[in-house]
């Protein structure tokens, strides 16, 4: 079993920053994980958001928040991170943690090509003009 608990959300306003984080517990070793983030909007279907390799090392970003979010982990703590910038108003949504086993996969097939196995409850982000 995978537990994935999400905290950090909250009201921000227009061109704010805040930091959202995703602890990781359960018998799997995190460190072998692609993880990443994904949102959801009301009315409006869940999008991924970014993506981080299980080093660290490579990392992806829907274009939306592309040079505005970065995520990043750290393994000695089970912890994901998702710093976002400038934020928008168009960014207000619930964030969702999700992993996955990488294996020889690319963060990118982990977490778009194909729907990772685990998740969080979400977290929620909303953010005033």
């Known amino acids: 079993q995978v537990q994935l608990v999400e905290s950090g959300g909250g009201l921000v306003q227009a061109g704010g920053s805040l930091r959202i984080s995703c602890a990781a517990s359960?018998?799997?070793?995190?460190?072998?994980?692609?993880m990443g983030w994904f949102r959801q909007a009301p009315g409006k279907k869940r999008e991924f958001v970014a993506g981080?390799?299980?080093?660290?090392?490579?990392?992806h970003y829907a274009n939306s928040v592309k040079g505005r979010f970065t995520v990043s982990r750290d393994n000695t703590k089970n912890t994901l991170y998702l710093e976002m910038n400038t934020l928008k108003v168009e960014d207000t949504a619930v964030y969702y943690c999700a992993a996955d086993r990488q294996g020889t996969l690319s963060t990118y097939e982990v977490m778009v090509v194909n729907t990772p196995r685990n998740w969080g409850q979400g977290t929620q982000v909303t953010v005033s003009s």
């Open positions: 981080i390799g299980w080093s660290g090392r490579t990392t």
């Open positions: 359960g018998r799997a070793d995190f460190s072998t994980y692609a």
